[in-house]
C-alpha cells in the first residue's frame, strides 16, 4: 500500500511540538466556500504552569499556516492560509485538555472590508481581474462578453470583494476561489483530464470505502428568462441552451422526462438585467447549475487511493454500474488525518448519465 505523508508549517516553519501534539486535522476544500482547516492539538501542563503550544504563542490570531500532503511523492499543497479561532479546552484532568485551532485560506483577505463602489462600463471579468490584482493574487480569469453600459445601468457593490466577486461568479456560471496566491475566476473545468480512478465493488481494484449515488429526477432542465429592456422599455426574453455545458456522460437531464412528462421547466421572471446579451447569461447559470443532477458522496483511504484527491476538477468512478459509471466533477473534498490514517471525503457530481464512449476505466466499468 501507500504510504500518505503530512506537512505543516506555521508561521514559515515546521515546529516539532506541533507534530507531537497532533490529534487530529481537518481540511476542508470546496468550490462554493473558502478553504478551511481544523487542528486538533493535545496540551501538555510543564512543571512551571505553562501549556505547550498555547504559551509558546504558536498560534496566535493571523499566524500563516501551510499544509501539505503526499502519497508516496511529494507533498502537494492543500491549503494556505491563516489562524481565525483558537480555543483552548481544559478538562478535569491532563489528558483532556486540548487546543482546537481553526482557520481559513488566503480569500480571508478579501472578505474583511465592505465596500461601496461603483464599476461603470466593465465586464465582470475585467472587474474580478481588477480586485485580485488590487489585493495582491496573481489573477487567473476567463473572459466574460457583457460589458454593462453606464448609459443605463451601473455596477454596484456593496459588500466585501469576495461577496461581490461571488456573486459576479454566480451570475456568470463561474467559480471563483483562491488557491495559495493565485485567484481564479472561470467556469467549471469539466474538460480537465480526470484524476486516477475510484473504484467501488471492483474486485482488488477497489480502492473506495463508501459511495452513495442519487440521481435528481426533479431538477429543471429548462430555464427561461424575462425582462424589460431598460432604454426601449420592451420586454426582452431568453431561453437557456442545453449542451452550452460540456456534458460528462451520454444522456443529460432533459431526457429523463418520458412517459408523458413533462421536463421541470424555471421561469426567471423578477432578473434585473441591462440588456438581452445579460439576461441570456444570467438564465443559462441557472440552468448549468441546476444541470447537475447526479451527486456522488465518498470516503476513500489515501493509502488504498494513493492519491491526494483534489476538487473543482474531475475524477472517473468506476464499479457502480453503466449508468453511473463515468467522469464526475469534484466538488468537495474534506482531507481527514487521525491516528486512523488520511482519510478523503468527497462529494462529486454530473450532468449526464450512461457512459459517452471515451472515458478510460483502466480494463471496465
Known amino acids: 500500500m501507500a504510504h500518505a505523508s503530512l506537512v505543516l508549517t506555521i508561521g514559515g516553519a515546521e515546529i516539532d511540538e506541533v507534530y507531537a501534539g497532533l490529534l487530529a486535522l481537518e481540511v476542508e476544500l470546496d468550490d462554493d466556500l473558502a478553504g478551511m482547516f481544523r487542528l486538533s492539538l493535545a496540551l501538555r501542563l510543564r512543571s512551571d504552569g505553562t501549556w505547550t503550544l498555547l504559551d509558546d504563542d504558536v498560534f496566535t490570531p493571523w499566524t500563516t499556516v501551510v499544509v501539505r500532503a503526499g502519497v508516496d511523492d511529494a507533498p502537494t499543497e492543500l491549503i494556505s492560509g491563516y489562524v481565525t479561532h483558537v480555543r483552548p479546552e481544559f478538562g478535569a484532568v491532563p489528558e483532556q485538555c486540548r487546543l482546537e485551532v481553526l482557520g481559513t485560506d488566503t480569500s480571508v483577505l478579501l472578505d474583511r472590508v465592505e465596500v461601496l463602489k461603483a464599476w461603470p462600463a466593465h465586464k465582470d471579468s475585467d472587474i474580478a481581474g ?3 490584482k488590487d489585493a495582491g493574487f496573481e489573477a487567473k480569469v476567463t473572459g466574460t462578453d457583457v460589458v454593462h453600459d453606464d448609459k443605463v445601468a451601473t455596477i454596484m457593490q456593496r459588500e466585501t470583494d469576495l461577496e461581490f466577486l461571488r456573486r459576479l461568479a454566480r451570475r456568470n456560471g463561474f467559480e471563483c476561489f483562491v488557491d495559495g496566491n493565485v485567484g481564479w475566476f472561470r467556469p467549471p473545468a469539466v474538460a480537465e483530464s480526470p484524476q486516477p480512478l475510484l473504484a467501488a465493488q471492483f474486485g482488488a481494484e477497489t480502492n473506495v470505502n463508501r459511495l452513495v449515488v442519487e440521481l ?15 432604454i426601449t422599455k420592451e420586454p426582452i426574453a431568453a431561453a437557456a441552451r442545453p449542451g452550452v455545458q460540456p456534458a460528462l456522460g ?9 412517459g408523458g412528462v413533462k421536463p421541470a421547466s424555471v421561469v426567471l421572471n423578477r432578473t434585473v438585467a441591462t440588456s438581452q446579451a445579460e439576461l441570456a447569461v444570467l438564465g443559462q447559470a441557472v440552468h448549468d447549475r441546476a444541470d447537475w443532477f447526479v451527486v456522488a458522496d465518498g470516503e476513500v483511504g489515501a493509502d488504498r487511493y494513493g492519491a491526494v484527491l483534489k476538487p473543482r476538477t474531475t475524477v472517473t468512478i468506476k464499479g ?9 466533477y469534484v466538488r468537495r473534498v474534506t482531507h481527514v488525518f487521525s491516528p486512523d490514517g488520511y482519510l478523503q471525503r468527497f462529494s462529486a457530481r454530473r450532468n449526464a448519465i450512461g457512459p459517452k464512449g471515451d472515458e478510460n476505466f483502466g480494463g471496465g466499468r
Open 216 to 230: 435528481d429526477a426533479l431538477a429543471p432542465a429548462e430555464v427561461h428568462a424575462y425582462g424589460i429592456d431598460r
Open 320 to 328: 457502480v454500474g453503466s449508468a453511473f459509471s463515468g467522469v464526475y
Open 130 to 132: 481588477q480586485i485580485l
Open 250 to 258: 451520454k444522456t443529460g437531464g432533459a431526457a429523463l422526462s418520458t
